[in-house]
């Protein structure tokens, strides 16, 4: 349902107008007349109405406004299935009791560097194995990732560790080469609104984590997952990586307050990644356990054996001795609200 | 140090004119030129140069940039005063082993609500009562406290409940009254840059909780802190109640990275208000455990008897209920890192 | 007048909760049901119900959401007062066809400067004179301005150039000595929403430029209009000077959109200051022939005989002469608008 | 050149590390020792050093800081080239002395309201005719455009106005579908850190408008342009479109600053769009106003000749008188700075 506020003054002629442009939709105009403005409550199935027809009723004389009562997305809403979804992928359960650790280096390097890392981050207790093969960078003198020769890599660390792997699509023309391998698609932040993207990934089989956009408000980010869902892929994992605001002692802002409203208004499960989220290596633990307490159903963090030699994100990279050290200390906190980790 | 840049191509004058004015302050030049720049590092107590001179030296002719090294405040550092500052209120440890929880109702608005709030918070754990004398209100239309009789009904709690006091000022006018009944002084968030309200209480005798800002960076969280120290107030809390960002979903975004880089950087003890920062009940819970779990050494709280009838703040205020709930699930939480509540 | 969103499925005991709640304030609900959500239209003088109960309302059983339609300021509005506000000052009319232009020192240094910087700028075309006799600093180390001597100089640069005086209020202490000196009193950016110090100038006889707070909405600058306008001040004029983004590039981001929104929204004038909004001198020019292309009735314009040696704000300060061709400059472009300067 | 800032205390065997690293990538380390800091600058091409190689060294033990002297972009500065680059698209020359508008509906919907709109723009004086074929939308329920329809249509509005054409490319795969028909290739906001679309776009030889990101910085934008350019395409246009801030009150906050700050910083034409900017119809006029002002070498505007009836964006669009008398009064302002239009 929307409402249309009048402006103070409007014409007959001009309520008429609008009634008849509503009724063009098969809707129906419900006039309250207040002291100071009359409002029009448009009864029907609103979903109808589009972004671009709200905006062509905006600019109709005589309105002031046009407030949306219904939120603009619906297979991703907590009103169109109210239990929390979950999905198994290679016997690992996402959204469930079980807070589930993606860990990794940022780029795979090389070949060694990802075997030792996967095989400790393994050990220390994760349960997913993350790494880019092909990398988004601010600068195009920067290393750009491997390809297909990390994905090799990241196949190789699979078939060790038993570990699934999370890797980043960035082109629609790599999605072959990235299904080929991966377990789960990564769409990064920015490409929250490649909405391109996001049709070819909700024809996908494979479960998406999206992280959100540096500037995108809860609602675009929802509406970035109904894209995907739109096209019959129902399995999203929100990933809260941290907002763009003017503070820049860190990296960005980790809006951690968006787990539990995300919880309030999606189905989906909703996951954090620190270290993206600060930008610093020693804020990543303290982080972490926030995450957790706040309700997270998992967290994302980048783990490098030699950060000082890292070819990207070194700055934000845990060490694996820390990295083990952060998963026994996120023990209790997983068990103080009812979780395993 | 200061370092200064120089443009390319600058003339020998224009450097001589640059070093002439350093060594008229003290100060010493240490000339390094690069392939593409050439670069003067400042030797000397550049603290010495004030924020004023610094803008003056950018303006000079054959200067492209001056970047600061050393942090502008001193007594609120690190570097300064390595341990921990804890100070203790009436038997109280702020910034001890103990979280301390101050909790009440955003603005007192009568006596007999005031005592039960009391009572109810004190029964559930908490350390310490807030409560509103003097509010401040976004409009001239709204309940803007009750004044000295609100301090006096906070005084009647402390006295049956022995709890002390947090109580905001917001006008040096108010000082006398406000000390003669409060034992910690709450400067808020619009107020974070009110310079000579900072001076005033900069010579009090009891603790400040300086609230950040609502678009103030944590190196102008620290400089007003360092107003306050400057005066021989030594007694800052600092308290992280979100800031303002594009996200519309929730009150503020509470930036909970705020609390373990503040820790690596000034030896103050640090509290989170996560009802200010989230601006929703049903958010303040889960935001309360984060805020424990990245470790922070207290949190303020807003409790409501009855959130229906409040004169402010009613979106926001925890039922005692459900307040003595989360402080039960507190306490595993602290527990896992090392504190107490 | 508000809307009321219920809850899918709210029991019609909390719907008539509701009800009773309104009528208990003189309101009348108008319930309206859509296909999928209920709506409660309330109708009366709904500037009755302060923030407070609406928040209140909020929190009620069955309510998802309150929609506020009608703005929260009146004296302030457009609805309230159709025709441009103007204010005479000593035969200066603000908000008039001509573009009034403030200029001169950030901070009143000595007498000396400020007299040659007075004469320099009435020679150019300015209309009134500003300086800071109290400063607000971000560092409590630097230059916090001569008080009450500075005033004595603004009084006479005003004697020998005829040029009112425009200096700030920073302490409701010291508004009597303020009073006793300006002809326009000034609410700096950080002091927006000190509302203790707003219905203070708010009960005073002379015109108050109020800043726009680095993070305030224009909504929450309307209603700290309407703090003051509501204790019979109505020379209120709106000063837009930055505000606080992601961007560091600028000092702020001056929001040049804000100049005819307001225009629709507000009768009061609004000027613009480009050199704290932007902070450097060299963009001042350009940004002040945006501020006249865009509709401002004046420019606030930091000027400084010798930026080098500047106390405060050197960085943004024009010379003189850059300042008179600025002037120069902006005519043709006043006249395209259609106004003077 | 870059500067090393040491934390006090730091360990000669820690400084040698550094140094060797340093030397290792063929640079060389000047150590100028301060009273409180030792710093390192580091003498050499550092263009060399990546920017993973800087967050490398800020890892190492020792270092507090790591500086950045030189601006990481190179072919789009300045000091690269010094003259404005301009560009001929079909005898029009763009960032030269005319100022270029774009103009055109938000989407192209069929045949005849882009034919009608194309004569109207161009009598009212564009000079360049705007439209989109592939549309991002915010829902996936929304209008997603006509495709290579629509770029057929504009092909045939070019033909008879002799307008050339601007689209925009939102998909590496569509790009040889846009190349057959536009004359500038457009990257929208929400592509601008889409890299791999950057690259392909480099090896293009057509002109590419490049829309800054919504939060993205200038230093960010001239980078995405660097892309861009390292592929061998030296013909972007920036296109300034408002960035996210907290204010709603407008769609986003057009920073006009940022262009005269580009114009210091880099020789490439900077156009605005103001009605993306503000998002409200009747707020492009002043802003196109103040954008001409402040030195805009172009502008791009919605006109549809129905907004009422427009399947995207019809909140922002001029009609086609609107649009003409806007040209009208741009006349003198450009005039006044030094432009046609």
């Known amino acids: 349902m929307d409402i249309i506020v009048l402006k103070p003054g409007?014409?007959?002629?001009?309520?008429?107008?609008?009634?008849?442009?509503?009724?063009?939709?098969?809707?129906?105009?419900?006039?309250s007349t207040g002291t100071e403005r009359t409002v029009i409550g448009v009864i029907g199935d609103t979903s109808k109405i589009?972004?671009?027809?709200?905006d062509a009723i905006r600019v109709m004389p005589g309105v002031e406004d046009v407030m949306r009562i219904l939120k603009p997305y619906k297979l991703a809403s907590r009103d169109f299935k109210a239990e929390d979804s979950t999905f198994n992928v290679r016997g690992k359960v996402v959204g469930g009791k079980k807070i589930q650790v993606i860990a990794g280096p940022c780029a795979v390097e090389n070949k060694t560097m990802l075997m030792t890392i996967a095989e400790k981050v393994k050990n220390a207790g994760a349960s997913f194995l993350r790494g880019g093969a092909f990398?988004?960078?601010?600068?195009?003198?920067?290393?750009?990732?491997?390809?297909?020769?990390?994905?090799?890599?990241?196949?190789?660390?699979?078939e060790k560790t038993g570990l699934p792997i999370v890797t980043e699509l960035m082109d629609p023309r790599d999605i072959e080469v990235?299904?080929?391998?991966?377990?789960?698609?990564?769409?990064?932040?920015?490409?929250?609104?490649?909405?391109?993207l996001l049709l070819e990934v909700g024809t996908c089989d494979k479960p998406v984590v999206l992280k959100r956009g540096l500037s995108a408000t809860i609602k675009e980010w929802l509406m970035a997952a109904e894209y995907i869902?739109?096209?019959?892929?129902?399995?999203?994992?929100?990933?809260?990586?941290?907002?763009?605001?003017?503070?820049?002692?860190?990296?960005?802002?980790?809006?951690?307050?968006?787990?539990p409203l995300l919880k309030q208004r999606t189905h989906l499960p909703v996951i954090v990644d620190p270290s993206h989220g600060v930008g610093k290596w020693d804020?990543?633990?303290?982080?972490?356990?926030?995450?957790?307490?706040?309700?997270?159903?998992?967290?994302?963090?980048?783990?490098h054996t030699n950060p000082e030699e890292a070819m990207s994100d070194g700055e934000q990279s845990l060490k694996p001795d820390a990295f083990q050290k952060l998963m026994e200390e996120l023990k209790p906190i997983a068990a103080a609200v009812g979780r395993d980790i």
Request: with cysteine; net charge neutral.
């Open 50 to 54: 589009a972004e671009e027809e709200e």
């Open 178 to 196: 990235i299904l080929k391998y991966t377990d789960i698609i990564q769409i990064g932040a920015r490409n929250m609104q490649n909405f391109r």
């Open 283 to 303: 804020l990543v633990a303290p982080m972490s356990k926030a995450a957790v307490a706040v309700g997270a159903d998992g967290l994302m963090i980048e783990v």
């Open 229 to 259: 869902m739109s096209k019959g892929n129902q399995n999203v994992i929100l990933c809260e990586r941290g907002i763009r605001t003017f503070e820049t002692a860190t990296r960005n802002t980790l809006d951690l307050s968006a787990v």
């Open 135 to 158: 990398k988004p960078r601010t600068s195009p003198y920067s290393f750009q990732g491997l390809g297909e020769e990390a994905l090799q890599y990241l196949a190789d660390a699979r």
């Open 10 to 31: 409007t014409s007959e002629e001009d309520i008429r107008r609008i009634i008849k442009k509503l009724e063009g939709r098969g809707l129906k105009a419900n006039i």
